[in-house]
């Protein structure tokens, strides 16, 4: 999965405040956080070996970027339902 950078993560957290039923909320918090700490243990390595083999870090940044640019465009995906005024 894709890691929330720091500027993101306080939206990331109040659209799954919004978005998810009182009870379900401790939950997908917890999920949420697991998702992200992934992508904290596996970046490190990921990273070095991208290193290791190419000798740069240009690989390695690239698909950091594709996965931002991917989380972008699935947060605009998101919807938020408003009520109509009677």
Sequence with gaps: MFAIPDALQPMAHALLNDVVDAAERGAAFGLFNLVG?????ISPALGGTLFDHYGSWTH????????????ALLYMLIREHTARAA
């Design 60 to 71: 390695a940044v690239y698909i950091d970027g594709a996965l931002m640019l991917i989380s």
């Design 37 to 41: 700490e992934i992508g904290a243990v």
